[in-house]
Antibody, heavy 119, light 108 residues
């Protein structure tokens, strides 16, 4: 059974960099888009971007200038860095998988990690 | 960016009744449309992809349909565990892939 698990600090100061890692178990990291999606408190879902196992990426244009995503296939992990954070970046951050060959939505999700931006 | 508009924002339904949720895309997304269910404190769960195909393990009371840029999720007979927030999402045009704002199904 595929499982995804987010990890990282739950509190980040304004203007600093938010860094999260997602660990994938029970399946290959190949042939999938590995995504980050966030949900601000009481709000809807926002797609942040994805990294492919080769390292190629695609980002939400609204966040692109502050984003870096990477993958470590040897550890079955992928990561998110969002710099210059503000209170508006406070959200639950999810990692999720989408197949490259048969795009069928996000079929596996992590449980989510709440990141609060505050001094 | 494709805008996904869901209606209604809240739907009050009695257990055992049918629920019909709508999602409209601002332009064609073909059938590249997924529906998710989210319960409090949980991650979203994939229900439907390809506008009408149930994901693995999803009960047959959930069904999806498409008419042009209008999509519908129907829950034929609501069970207690179905009270939740439902999101549609297009995966046709990116970046970005986009979600609707959600429909909350609560108990009447």
């Amino acid at each position: 059974q595929v499982q995804l698990q987010e990890s990282g600090p739950g509190l980040v100061k304004p203007s600093e960099t938010l860094s999260l890692t997602c660990t994938v178990s029970g399946g290959t990291i190949s042939i999938y888009y590995w995504n980050w999606i966030r949900q601000s408190p009481g709000k809807g879902l926002e797609w942040i971007g994805y990294v492919y196992y080769s390292g190629s990426t695609d980002y939400n244009p609204s966040l692109k200038s502050r984003l870096t995503m990477s993958v470590d296939t040897s550890k079955n992990q992928f990561s998110l860095k969002l710099n210059s954070v503000t209170a508006a970046d406070t959200a639950v951050y999810y990692c999720a998988r989408m197949s490259v060959t048969d795009r069928q939505g996000f079929d596996y999700w992590g449980q989510g990690i709440l990141v609060t931006v505050s001094s | 960016e494709i805008v996904m508009t869901q209606s209604p924002a809240t739907l009050s339904v009695s257990p055992g009744e049918r629920a019909t949720l709508s999602c409209r895309a601002s332009q064609s997304v073909s059938s590249n449309l997924a529906w998710y269910q989210q319960k409090p404190g949980q991650a979203p769960r994939l229900l439907i992809y390809g506008a009408s195909t149930r994901a693995t393990g999803i009960p047959a009371r959930f069904s999806g349909s498409r008419s042009g840029t209008e999509f519908t999720l129907t829950i034929s007979s609501l069970q207690s565990e179905d009270f939740a927030v439902y999101y549609c999402q297009q995966y046709y045009h990116w970046p970005p892939w986009t979600f609707g704002q959600g429909t909350k199904v609560d108990i009447k």
